[in-house]
């Protein structure tokens, strides 16, 4: 059942992403930086309110007709203000939610990746406390709703002695202490949903926190477009001697009020407990995938700490030297945190298949696929290569390449194939052409391995692709499960324009000299 809504997801994702890929480019594909759009939606969010703070009279009697005087008389600067923060805190709703699915639908929050997935909970939580206390801060008839149906959805908890829903029911009972609260709340609320929301990236190395500045003018644009057109405002003042009969319900932050007014304040909890609840424990739902952790090996690392750079999990550090050999650091894995994606592995300049050694050894390697076997298997699978135009695929487990079948060498991330794979492939012969197939660009599944690879190959990163190494021989192809068809068309060009290269042979190339004391990279030579 998770995994059939997870595909169904996956595959909508796809289809509507791959639209934005080409009304936006990958680059600025919205999808892509969801997380980031939600920290400068924050940003607006937070900005404009301490705007508002300025004009805002935080007491019961005054705080409609300041917001009055807010959005008629200075409609050009605080109205607009108001609008600001009306409408980012909704989009915020509508990006958290999205990344959520996205999230759930790549499958990226299982396992040890359960951190960023637990701490995105409470961010549910804070974002929704937000906005409820904001709305009451209004005080018209909405707010007047909202306040009635908030508290006696408190009162059906055994939390306060006394009934606070009374305190709503008529003006005499209208307590100033409770809206000085909530004034309280929607200052601390959002400071602690700030708080949760760096607490949640601490897991992973680099983070895209800001959005690419072109997509951050779009959205002020667009904000400032539908503040104009349709500004926030207030619905009448709140009136209790009145019961409120139609109200305007903003749908991001308060879908379940209606149905509150409606069912039994029970079935409203154990709804929402319910939801909370599944989401908290899905990471540890079965299927359990847990892969083994990198092990380093000490003897063929130099401390050079490639692999603590090019990690996308935080999952390993510097520590002083333990052993006799002559450089000041070695590196730790934090097996919690690892989730064998071999990315450092890729990285580390002992990772090199030119090695004469029988066991071939690495710095950093991975126990349910250690670089030794990765020769192994490339040589094996490129000895099935037949025909004028062998092309070996080296293709992420992730990626569209996962629905084809032969000649394929499968990766838990293609940025765990050291660029000197695809040097020891060609200069031996072993195929005409290879083929780096990862995941769709915008959704990497281990985040930063298709633009770790892309930098590598362009000599922009260590350990970067050797220029002897003929370029028209290699090609990268990015796409996503859904993209088999143009991974195929891809694939075949490739094929049919590098059997039209000459003939090479195999190129003589000496083995590895041993690592040099300064801890630079070493790179096998020919
Ligand atoms: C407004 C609220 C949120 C913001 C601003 C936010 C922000 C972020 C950011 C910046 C990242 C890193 C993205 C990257 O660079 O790859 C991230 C990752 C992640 N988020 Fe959120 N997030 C929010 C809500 C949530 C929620 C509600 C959940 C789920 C309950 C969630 C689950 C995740 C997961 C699982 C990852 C890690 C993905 C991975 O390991 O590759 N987030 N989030
Ligand atoms: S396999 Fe390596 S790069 Fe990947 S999470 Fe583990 S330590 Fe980090
Ligand atoms: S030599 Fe390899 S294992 Fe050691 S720090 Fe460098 S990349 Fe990491």
Not at 156 to 180: K, M, Q, V, Y
Request: charged share 20%.
């Amino acid at each position: 059942m998770m995994a059939a809504l997870k595909s169904v997801l996956r595959h909508g994702f796809d289809v509507i992403e791959r639209g934005a890929d080409r009304v936006f480019s990958p680059a600025f594909n919205p999808f892509a930086q969801l997380g980031a759009l939600g920290y400068f939606l924050f940003w607006i969010v937070a900005a404009s309110g301490v705007y508002l703070f300025i004009f805002f009279d935080t007491g019961v009697v005054n705080a409609y007709a300041s917001l009055e005087w807010i959005s008629t008389d200075h409609w050009y600067h605080a109205g607009i203000m108001r609008s600001f923060h009306r409408y980012a805190s909704d989009l915020m709703v509508v990006v958290m939610g999205v990344h959520l699915l996205r999230e759930f639908a790549l499958d990226r929050y299982r396992g040890v990746r359960w951190f960023s997935w637990l701490t995105g909970v409470p961010i549910i939580w804070f974002l929704y406390i937000s906005g409820i206390t904001g709305y009451w801060l209004v005080w018209d008839q909405l707010a007047q709703f909202v306040a009635i149906v908030s508290t006696e959805l408190l009162d059906w908890l055994p939390i306060f002695g006394e009934p606070i829903a009374r305190n709503f029911l008529s003006p005499e009972n209208l307590s100033g202490r409770f809206f000085t609260l909530m004034v309280f709340l929607h200052i601390v609320v959002p400071l602690l949903l700030l708080l949760m929301m760096w607490i949640h990236i601490q897991r992973i190395s680099r983070p895209k926190v800001n959005p690419p500045r072109a997509m951050m003018a779009m959205i002020l644009a667009a904000l400032l477009a539908a503040s104009l057109w349709k500004p926030a405002l207030s619905q009448g003042p709140a009136d209790l001697s009145k019961v409120t009969s139609e109200v305007g319900i903003d749908w991001f932050f308060l879908p379940l009020y209606p149905l509150a007014d409606l069912w039994p304040g029970g079935l409203i909890w154990a709804l929402v407990a319910g939801f909370t609840l599944l989401i908290l424990f899905m990471p540890w739902l079965p299927p359990m995938k847990k892969p083994q952790a990198a092990v380093v090996d000490l003897a063929h690392c130099n401390g050079c700490a490639r692999c603590v750079e090019d990690c996308p999990y935080e999952a390993i550090r510097l520590a002083p030297r333990s052993d006799a050999l002559p450089f000041p650091n070695e590196v730790v894995v934090d097996a919690d945190l690892c989730v064998g994606c071999g990315i450092c592995m890729g990285a580390c300049p002992s990772s090199t298949p030119f090695r004469r050694s029988g066991d071939l050894a690495t710095g950093i390697d991975l126990p349910d696929f250690s670089l030794k076997e990765l020769r192994e298997t490339t040589i094996a699978t490129a000895a099935q290569l037949q025909g004028p135009n062998r092309i070996l695929v080296l293709a992420c487990r992730q990626g569209a390449a996962a629905a084809s079948g032969d000649a394929t060498v499968f990766l838990p991330c293609v940025a765990m194939a050291p660029p000197s794979l695809v040097d020891f492939i060609l200069s031996r012969d072993l195929a005409d052409g290879v083929v780096i197939a990862g995941c769709a660009e915008r959704a990497c599944y281990n985040r930063l391995g298709v633009e770790w690879t892309k930098a590598r190959v362009a000599g922009e990163r260590d350990p970067y692709l050797r220029g002897r190494v003929p370029r028209e021989r290699l090609a990268m192809i990015w796409a996503d499960r859904n993209e088999n068809k143009r991974f195929e068309a891809e694939l075949a060009a490739f094929a049919e324009t590098v059997g039209q290269l000459p003939k090479t042979g195999p190129r003589m190339v000496r083995a590895a000299p041993p690592q040099p004391a300064d801890g630079r990279a070493r790179e096998p030579v020919s």
